[in-house]
């Protein structure tokens, strides 16, 4: 809103002399004016002149309108003067840069060293003060200019020279692994076993996440240290030759490729066998190593393979490594690489020793074959009890929902850990004996099962009638819920050796045992023991 006294609506002024944050910058006025215009206002003032002043300030306002436009059609000239020769400039410049670059050509240089490649902003800097500059190129400014040119252009000339060179190395390295990589997907030696099984596709379950099983059997590849060795192959990116040279020579050496690759797969192969071999018996006896593999029941899929490499692709050959267990050829870091000629690795980061690092799961291997016989699966393939997928079922546990195999293993390798106890905090010990412990295994169940899918759909429901008060109370076991009456005097007999539980006592129905205090357990058993044990007394007098 205008006000009557405001200066700003009499004098000019500008915002953009100092300009500060804000919504509301300053004003600056020419004292002089500023000066004027209040003595005028105070002489119409002091005299009383009210009507004399109403009709000065429009004047003031009508004079400070007329400079304003005035100001901005004078502004608007000054912009288009200013654009027009900024323009004029650059088309001088750009004609002296095209008649330098002209001139250049004819002496034979390239366009290519007309651009900075490695130094940047210096060449930049140098090309730019002598070529991009405003100014008519004349013979005589030619003469003195061609001299500094030739000598920037030469030292760029190394530096492109470099820089292409690199680029055209790159691109045919580029092109080796391309071809590698379709080689070896060509070549893979567990292609037949990936078709058997029909892998491609299919997904699986596998620590946790959905996978395609097709992972698990990567094709075992050197790293970049192992392949720059090969001369035969890396000449074909270090020579100048063109792209289609390098695939034709590439083809041409295809067979050597193979036979170097084959070699160092026997080669880690065998560390392998020999490490595992070694950790299994270490006073170096000569025990055979089981080397049959078989996919579906049958050997035929696996008979073209290495004996080292069917006995590492057996699902009773488990690895350990540093932070890890339950580890299977070929998923072994070192075996797994994706060429990268332009990758580096620093040589002091480097394991010297990688396979040594994988030895004998014995605990986990002994879990397999027991359970492998059980499904007269011996000797299956790792690969083909992955895909199938969530089927198995513990046979010793009373509920159990379906696992895949690696799951399956690392439950028994858990379970089986524990000792048979006693408890110590009853006088009549209870007794707990672990059912999965292979070692003292004596019930007739089969260790696993495989599922129906009605089964699974089944596991999935579980409804528990009965619960283990044993168990409960001493929580040792999360196997305390049973769905079937035959199931908990099983469990029973099997972990506590109590051949007639009693309800209240050994176990109790579903919908009273919320209402169960388990603290008053130890009491309960002992007085019942106690009892039994005066009854006995009795019946033997």
């Known amino acids: 809103m205008m006000q009557a006294g405001d200066p700003n609506n009499y004098i000019p002024f500008t915002t953009i002399i100092k300009v500060k944050r804000g919504s509301n910058p300053p004003a600056y006025r020419l004292r002089t004016q500023m000066a004027e215009f ?3 206002r105070e002489e119409f003032i002091n005299n009383n002149d009210m009507e004399g002043l109403a009709v000065w300030r429009l004047r003031q306002l009508a004079c400070w309108e007329t400079q304003r436009q005035e100001g901005d059609r004078l502004l608007k000239y000054l912009n288009s003067v200013a654009a027009s020769r900024s323009d004029e400039l650059q088309d001088l410049k750009r004609e002296r840069k095209e008649q330098i670059q002209e001139r250049l050509r004819a002496l034979g240089w390239e366009d290519c060293y007309f651009n900075s490649r490695g130094r940047g902003n210096e060449f930049k800097k140098e090309w730019s003060s002598l070529v991009e500059v405003a100014k008519p190129l004349t013979e005589r400014t030619w003469t003195n200019l ?40 060509s070549t893979n030696p567990y292609r037949p076993i990936i078709d058997a099984l029909e892998l491609e596709g299919s997904v699986a379950w596998f620590e946790f996440q959905s996978i395609n099983p097709v992972t698990l059997l990567p094709i075992p590849f050197p790293g970049r240290e192992v392949i720059i060795k090969w ?6 990116y270090e020579e100048e030759n063109s792209l289609e040279s390098v695939k034709e020579l590439f083809n041409e050496r295809q067979a050597m490729v193979g036979q170097k690759l084959l070699e160092w797969r026997t080669s880690v192969e065998d560390q392998l066998v020999e490490h595992y071999h070694a950790s299994s018996f270490p006073e170096k006896t000569s025990s055979p190593l089981n080397t049959t593999l078989t996919i579906k029941g049958s050997i035929d899929v696996t008979k073209n393979l290495s004996g080292s490499a069917r006995f590492l692709l057996r699902a009773d050959t488990v690895f350990n490594r540093p932070y890890a267990s339950n580890v299977h050829f070929p998923k072994i870091s070192y075996l797994i690489n994706t060429l990268r000629f332009s990758s580096h690795v620093l ?16 605990t986990a291997e002994t879990i397999a074959k027991a359970l492998l016989k059980e499904l007269h699966m011996p000797d299956a393939a790792f690969i083909e009890l992955v895909s199938m997928g969530k089927v198995f079922i513990c046979g010793m546990c009373s509920h159990c929902s379906p696992m895949v195999w690696n799951a399956l293993i690392e439950h028994y390798c858990v379970q089986s850990d524990r000792k048979d106890i ?58 305390y819920r049973f769905d079937s009456l035959e199931m908990m005097r099983w469990h029973m007999a099997e ?9 209240g006592l050994h176990f109790l129905h579903n919908d009273g045992f919320k209402l169960w205090d388990s603290c008053k357990l130890g009491e309960k058993w002992d007085e019942y023991h106690d009892a039994r044990g005066v009854d006995e007394e009795g019946i033997k007098a």
């Open 38 to 40: 209040d003595h005028a």
């Open 146 to 185: 061609l001299p500094k040119l030739t000598q920037l252009l030469e030292e760029n000339r190394l530096l492109v020279d470099q820089y292409e060179g690199e680029q055209r190395r790159a691109k045919r390295q580029c092109t080796i692994e391309e071809l590698l990589g379709e080689f070896l997907r």
């Open 231 to 236: 001369d035969f192959l890396t000449s074909l």
């Open 347 to 362: 040589e002091w980061l480097m394991d010297k020793y990688p396979l040594q690092r994988y030895t004998r799961n014995v």
């Open 422 to 479: 006693k408890t110590s905090w009853t006088r009549h010990p209870i007794v707990f004996r672990n059912i999965h412990n292979l070692n003292t295994r004596a019930t007739s169940r089969p260790l696993v099962r495989i599922c129906s899918n009605e089964e699974a759909d089944q596991a999935s429901s579980f409804s528990p009638v009965f619960n283990c008060l044993l168990c409960h109370r001493a929580y040792l076991f999360k196997d």
């Open 495 to 503: 972990v506590h050796e109590a051949m007639e539980p009693i309800d």
